[in-house]
C-alpha cells in the first residue's frame, strides 16, 4: 500500500490550502483514514480523521477551519484547511488504520504517507 500526499506550500496568516492523499495497492473494507501534523521540537498530532462509516473527527485547535473528507471512488482524502495561521506550519502526514472508527492514536495507523509541508507565514 502507498500513500501519496500532496498540497502543501507556503501560504500567508488567514490563506488556505487543500491536501490531498491517495491511496494505492489496495482497496479498503473498514478504514479510518487521517491527517496528522508534526511540528519542529513537538509530537505528531491528530488533526482530523474520517470512518469508512462517515465518522469525523476534528482537533479543537483546527475545529471551524479545516475540514476532512473524502472521494471514495478515487481512494483519496482530503483535508481543507482555511484561516491558516502561523500555528499550522507543520509536515502533515496522512495515514489509514484499517479497522472501523475513528482512530485517533498513530499507533493504531497502518499506512502513512510520506509528509506534506505546510508553512504559514505571519
Request: hydrophobic content about 40%; proline content about 7%; overall charge positive.
Given at each position: 500500500v502507498q500513500?501519496?500526499?500532496s498540497g502543501g506550500g507556503l501560504v500567508q496568516?488567514?490563506?488556505s490550502l487543500r491536501l490531498a492523499c491517495t491511496a494505492s495497492g489496495r482497496t479498503f473494507g473498514s478504514y479510518c483514514m487521517g491527517w496528522f501534523r508534526q511540528a519542529p521540537g513537538k509530537e505528531r498530532e491528530l488533526v482530523a480523521a474520517i470512518s469508512s462509516a462517515g465518522g469525523t473527527f476534528h482537533d479543537t485547535s483546527v475545529?471551524?477551519?479545516f475540514t476532512i473528507s473524502r472521494d471514495s471512488t478515487k481512494n483519496t482524502w482530503y483535508l481543507q484547511m482555511s484561516s491558516l495561521k502561523p500555528e499550522d506550519t507543520a509536515v502533515y502526514y496522512c495515514a489509514v488504520a484499517?479497522?472501523?472508527g475513528v482512530m485517533f492514536r498513530a499507533t493504531a495507523y497502518d499506512y502513512w504517507g510520506q509528509g506534506?509541508?505546510?508553512t504559514v507565514s505571519s
Open positions: 500513500l501519496q500526499a496568516t488567514g490563506g475545529k471551524g477551519r484499517v479497522v472501523p506534506t509541508l505546510v
